[in-house]
């Protein structure tokens, strides 16, 4: 049977964004003079304390994750080398057929309790992360969809005919997921894998200090130990303590700039930037699961009364205009046509079909947003607020600190607290059902809480679809527009994201989810 190597993401994907690294040409020895102290990372967002990567959708928590595990594939490309996959843990992956995917293994690499790497680690990863428990919840189905063998310790074998799905999703799949020990596994998601995380990457986890999760170099990483002796990840949830930390020095690394702040750093002489297009859309999304936004005509409405240019104005720096669910930089991304714009016309003839005409009956409508983690939420909330109350939408916004806006983030019973809410969702990888149908497939009703049949069926048939192409146009052409005339949520902007860093930071490369290898990195 024929076998076609997997080499390149660019064909499906298409032109992706440049994403610039801080220094392309960085070149070292381990005799390059630095400071002997680990590097210092301010994040924006607190983590949840279940280490377990399955069992949280905290980008924090996925930013450590990105130091101390390891993945088979990263993506999107290194601009250096747009053409190929970054291979980590696999060396190759091989499309035997539309149904069956084979991954070759990298040898010799080693967990950081001393465990050994192989194909049994990669099949209970895949196993235990597609139970219908862990709350990420990033696969195309359930375990008894697709077979996971290993016919020796350094070959996978995926066979997803049973779920009569392509096994190409699971290619997307490899540069998201980090993959975990089969012992850890094997205990439970109550045992050691919610007490500490256990990777193969270059930093080892060694303890939660506070708000201070500490990592330490981890010798035996396959590519070489790393320069830094460590990472220090900490949350500091104001903005401005952050970027006085980096001006000070106290801080090497700090994420989440806001624009004004960019100007500010960008006449430091001893401070640069990074941008990134990310794979980040910031999304308002309804309360489908209870009224008035369980009725398609009242989101729509809502919809046509946002105009989306002036958000990107306030944005600045920070945002890149688009016009579709996902980021321009994932599989299937269109500006797509029919996509909601601002028309008050439209608002207010949907608003009368709905049994609303001028907004008369509409109950007060709750718009939860945070401040302090993404950038401008709380300005351009008043923008948002400010539009509908226009067109007749009673809209109270309620801005609050990220830890409480994270409790009353996700749907429940009856419907979740409020009835519109601001939030980001980022995922390291092409893939765009870990955006579609993690949000509005009914088997996943995370914020939105949409049941909606015919979404469903076209979330179905996309996933469904026997190669890339036929996924490509299904997405394109069956349900993005469906999306866009059901509108379960509206996509704002793609996130830039701005970090700010020392100038004596060398080598650390930013991917455009925010996860940063530091495996090169020198503090000068």
């Known amino acids: 049977m024929e076998r076609r190597k997997f080499l390149s993401y660019s064909a499906m994907i298409g032109a992706a964004a440049a994403i610039p690294r801080i220094n392309p040409d960085f070149a070292f020895s381990k005799a390059f003079a630095q400071e002997n102290r680990p590097l210092m990372f301010l ?4 983590i949840t304390g279940n280490w377990d990567p399955t069992a949280h959708t905290t980008l924090s928590q996925t930013n450590i994750e990105g130091f101390v595990m390891g993945f088979l594939t990263r993506a999107p490309m290194r601009p250096d080398d747009p053409d190929k996959v970054i291979y980590e843990l696999a060396t190759e992956i091989n499309e035997i057929d539309a149904f069956t995917l084979e991954i070759k293994l990298r040898e010799g690499v080693t967990f950081h309790d001393g465990k050994p790497f192989k194909a049994e680690d990669v099949k209970a990863t895949f196993e235990y992360g597609a139970q219908p428990d862990r709350p990420k919840q990033v696969y195309p189905g359930p375990t008894d969809t697709f077979e996971v063998t290993t016919p020796d310790d350094y070959t996978v074998i995926i066979d997803t005919s049973k779920g009569g799905y ?3 999703l699971f290619i997307f799949l490899a540069s998201y997921l980090p993959m975990l020990s089969a012992q850890d596994i094997a205990e439970g998601p109550n045992g050691v894998l919610s007490q500490r995380l256990n990777g193969t990457g270059p930093f080892k986890f060694v303890e939660q200090r506070g708000n201070d999760t500490v990592m330490e170099a981890f010798p035996e990483y396959f590519r070489g130990a790393p320069i830094v002796p460590g990472v220090t990840f900490a949350f500091v949830g104001d903005g401005t303590t952050r970027m006085l930390s980096l001006m000070s ?11 004004e702040q960019v100007e500010t750093l960008e006449a430091e002489d001893d401070i640069k ?18 009224p008035p936004f369980d009725d398609w005509r009242v989101r729509k409405a809502a919809a046509h009364a946002i105009d989306r240019t002036i958000l990107w104005d306030v944005m600045g720096s920070a945002g890149e205009p688009s016009s579709n669910w996902i980021s321009p930089i994932k599989f299937g991304y269109i500006d797509l046509e029919s996509y909601p714009e601002y028309d008050p016309d439209e608002c207010q003839r949907l608003l009368a079909e709905a049994g609303y005409p001028g907004g008369e009956g509409l109950p007060e409508l709750e718009y939860l947003t945070s401040t302090g983690f993404y950038p401008k939420t709380k300005e351009y909330g008043e923008v948002i607020t ?15 600190e990220v830890a409480a806006w994270n409790e009353r983030l996700y749907d429940r019973p009856g419907g979740g607290p409020g009835h519109m809410v601001d939030c980001g969702w ?8 870990l955006v579609l149908r993690t949000h509005f497939h009914s088997s996943s009703k995370r914020i939105c809480g949409i049941v909606d049949p015919e979404i469903d069926a076209a979330l179905d048939e996309e996933r469904n679809a026997p190669s890339l192409e036929a996924r490509r146009e299904s997405l394109q052409t069956n349900l993005m527009p469906l999306l866009a005339q059901k509108v379960p949520a509206l996509s704002l902007f793609t996130s ?3 970090h700010g860093m020392r100038s004596n930071v060398d080598g650390l490369f930013i991917y455009p989810d925010g996860v940063a290898d530091a495996s090169e990195a020198t503090l000068s």
């Open 43 to 46: 994040s924006a967002e607190n």
């Open 166 to 168: 392509g096994a190409s």
């Open 249 to 259: 020095g106290q801080a090497d690394v700090i994420e989440r700039l806001e624009p």
């Open 273 to 290: 930037l990074s941008r990134l297009v990310s794979v980040e859309n910031k999304y308002l999304f309804f309360r489908c699961s209870k």
């Open 386 to 400: 400010a539009l509908l109350q226009e067109q007749g939408f009673p809209v109270r916004l309620n801005v609050m």
């Open 426 to 433: 980022s995922t390291g990888s092409p893939e765009p059902d």
């Open 496 to 498: 830039v994201l701005i």
